[in-house]
């Protein structure tokens, strides 16, 4: 699967350090997800690409009403950072933007999830298609007009583009978000009640990048703070 980085365009920040982080991954762990930031001024703007089985606890396409629930409830939390990754209060930071897309497929697609935070309201899009044509790639096994491509036999729905060399399916979610904080001095730290609302998550691993430069990081579930001091 071959991820975009909206987060450069969004903030206008030149990152080829966490372009590189997150270019297609060679190897797809559960458990272990990837989150990069971005921030620039009170701008902050985070990727974070989790597996399936970290999300909803399976890779499989959704098939039951049971799994299918699952996937939506996934997305509907995912569609709010602000509830996965804690602030310091006195930073006064409000969501901007949520678009999170992906997961175990509906049978034949994943669902896109918009959320666009103006003046505190909360508008959601959720769409099956992307318009951009997102899904064109990312959903090799049917074109737009719900056919199968050429080598895809009707039996194979059940499989997501992610194959391993064993045929065994793999998901991910991959969401954007973008914030802006009023007082970013006091932006001292990030806080991650992810790994409460995701029992199954154990590390979030990539990039930050700021005006200073970029560094790696790691947030495990045992010590889930990142220290943001020094990066402005």
């Given amino acids: 699967m071959r991820h975009t ?20 991954m060679d190897a797809h762990v559960h458990g272990h997800g990837t989150l990069n930031i971005a921030l620039e001024g009170g701008k902050v703007a985070m990727e974070l690409i989790a597996p399936g089985a970290d ?5 499989h396409a959704a ?18 950072p602000q509830e996965m990754f804690s602030f310091p209060e006195a930073a006064n930071c409000a969501l901007d933007m949520a678009h999170v897309e992906g997961g175990p497929e509906h049978g034949e697609h994943a669902e896109d999830h918009d959320v666009h935070d ?21 959903h090799d096994d049917h074109d737009k007009d719900g056919e199968h491509t050429e080598g895809h036999d009707e039996d194979h729905d059940d499989h997501a583009d992610h194959a391993d060399h064993d ?26 009640p992810y790994f409460d609302l ?27 703070v990142l220290d943001l001091r020094g990066m402005f």
């Fill in 118 to 138: 103006k003046d505190g309201e909360h508008a959601e899009d959720h769409d099956d298609h992307d318009k951009d044509g997102e899904h064109a790639e990312d």
């Fill in 5 to 24: 980085i909206l987060i450069p365009l969004v903030i206008g920040v030149t990152t080829p350090a966490m372009a590189e982080s997150t270019r297609e």
């Fill in 167 to 192: 045929g065994e399916a793999h998901s991910e979610f991959h969401a954007e978000y973008t914030f802006t904080c009023a007082a970013p001095d006091a932006l001292t730290e990030i806080r991650f």
């Fill in 55 to 59: 999300i909803v606890g399976f890779e």
């Fill in 63 to 80: 098939e039951t009403d049971e799994d299918k629930a699952a996937v939506e409830a996934a997305l509907d939390q995912l569609a709010h």
């Fill in 198 to 224: 995701f029992p199954n998550a154990e590390e979030l691993g990539g990039q930050i990048v700021s005006a200073k430069g970029a560094t790696s990081m790691e947030i495990e579930r045992d010590a889930p």
